[in-house]
């Protein structure tokens, strides 16, 4: 692990997946962290070296609860991983919910950062009453109520493994979620991205972008799940609003495909980026 400075006193927990061949960097959703991705960059370790930051708030990127966590200093965070890492091109990027929405805004902050782009459900609602979004109370209510003490990892486990989404995970990625989302604690283990950290996060959604995804110049692939959440919804909308875009439907996902089917997601990303 790697800690890259950023800004308001930040400090980003960058992890190298490993591989071999240009670099990918991958930016995780709201509540998760870098390395939920390992599975997923174990399937690509034979076409791109990936790398994985933590942004702020979340996994080893922790974060006094007052730090700015608005999407807007996600982007800074993301660029501050890529002036560390000092690659000499364009980045190919794999995005996941707000991760998508990080790499837009990064592209958008600085032209030319994005050589292409393979976006899972990217947060980028455009301001439309009736949508759900990541800033609806809802969301931001179920993280501040979330569990976030356990006996132990394992104990965390099995409480994940049969319940709600996570009971779809692939057993690699949830175990990689408990072993890197969870610390010691006296408690036993205790949650990285506190429930008030997280629903500070899905707060701070920026519903503005939408309207500039026309400066948005790297082609990009839009994957929306089959879930009937607000994000499948807007999926097939952001494609259409982006100049250069495909859209992917994955309709027997949720919005947590990448890590249903890590194989069926290298897959596509080696697709569409190699």
Partial sequence: MIRVPS??????????????????VVLHATGFHGR??????????????????????????????????AWEHMATDTL????????DEPVRFVGHSMGGAAV???????????????????I????????ATERANPLADLARRRREHFDSFDAAYDNYAGKGPF?????????????HGFAPSDRGVT????????ARVFEGVDTSVFGRLGDVGPPMWIVGSGDGGGPAVIAPMVAEALPDARFVAWPDHSHFGPFEDPARAAAAVIGALG
């Fill in 7 to 24: 800004s308001d006193g930040v400090t980003v927990a960058l992890h190298d997946l490993g591989g071999e061949g240009p670099p990918l």
């Fill in 36 to 69: 939920c991705y390992a599975p997923v960059a174990d399937h690509l370790a034979h076409r791109f070296h990936v790398y994985a930051p933590d942004l702020r708030g979340h996994g080893d990127s922790a974060v006094p609860i007052d730090t700015d966590v």
């Fill in 80 to 87: 501050a991983v890529l002036d560390h890492l000092r690659f």
């Fill in 104 to 122: 837009t805004l990064a592209e958008l902050r600085r032209p030319g950062t994005v050589r292409a782009a393979w976006l899972y459900e990217p």
């Fill in 124 to 131: 980028l609602f455009p301001p439309q009453p009736g949508l």
């Fill in 167 to 179: 009971a779809r995970f692939d057993p690699a990625a949830l175990r990689a979620y408990v072993e």
């Fill in 191 to 198: 949650l990285k991205c506190r429930g008030e950290q997280e």
